[in-house]
């Protein structure tokens, strides 16, 4: 079977409907990709790097975006204040475990604007 043929057996509603929400679906997925640049090209200007030990590995479904979560604690050793970072929601279970080091990059001057590297 062709494409044409396949095309000629789907009502013209449905295709007009699919060629509208394509040009949507590549707006959002083009529009994400640029804030997730953005965010770790304004991380990279004024970065630190920070091992950071895993205290939890677990499934979240308290928001719209559930997954698996990674919660770590770091110390600064010239404040002596505890940060605790969270992860975003990841699809598939992390291969970390509680006990490991991960590497955060903070932003120097406002250590709660970060992001994990899992």
Request: aromatic share 8%; net charge positive.
């Amino acid at each position: 079977m062709t494409i044409q043929q396949l095309c000629l057996m789907i009502p013209v509603p449905v295709l007009v409907l699919l060629a509208s929400l394509l040009p949507i679906f590549i707006f959002y997925v083009v529009r994400a990709i640029h804030v997730q640049r953005r965010r770790m090209n304004r991380l990279r200007g004024c970065i630190g790097c920070v091992p950071a030990t895993i205290t939890e590995v677990s499934l979240d479904a308290t928001t719209w975006r559930d997954g698996w979560v990674v919660v770590a604690a770091w110390i600064d050793a010239h404040s002596k204040q505890a940060y605790t970072f969270r992860s975003t929601p990841q699809e598939l279970r992390p291969d970390k475990h509680i006990g490991e080091r991960v590497l955060v990059f903070i932003d120097s001057n406002n250590p709660m604007h970060y992001l994990m590297e899992l």
